[in-house]
């Protein structure tokens, strides 16, 4: 019977060493894979930010192709207006009026006019 009370200490200190190193490498284990989540979730940031940064990039470019596209028209049609009065001066003075009277009405006279149009088609292209 001394034999069985020698074994019996014997097995729980091999289960308490076995709960403990079970316990440590549960630790160490979901330390791991926490920093292992944290670094992965610092890389779907970082390309989360490069795709906006692209895309504004890319809004950005585009916004300047069309305001080059929309200047040179301007200064066409200022052209073609000049040419038909006689007087180059005369189509940029036309153009300039023109623009300046947008200015007057969205600025001065009808603050709210630009905003709501802009409000109704950004409403009807969502199609509420």
């Known amino acids: 019977m001394s034999t069985e009370k020698q074994s019996q200490p014997e097995d729980t200190q091999q289960k308490r060493k076995g709960l403990g190193s079970l316990i440590d490498e ?3 284990s979901s330390y791991e894979d926490i920093l292992a989540i944290i670094d992965a979730r610092m890389e779907l940031i970082k390309i989360e930010i490069t795709e906006k940064i692209a895309i504004a990039a890319s809004l950005l470019i585009i916004a300047v192709i069309l305001i080059s596209g929309i200047v040179y028209l301007i200064t066409t049609i200022a052209l073609l207006i000049g040419e038909l009065l006689g ?10 009026a023109f623009f300046l009277f947008l200015f007057l009405l969205f600025a001065k006279i009808r603050p709210d006019l630009l905003k709501n149009l802009i409000h109704n088609m950004l409403l009807s292209s969502h199609g509420k």
């Open 26 to 28: 549960t630790v160490t």
């Open 87 to 96: 007087h180059y001066y005369l189509g940029y003075l036309i153009v300039s």
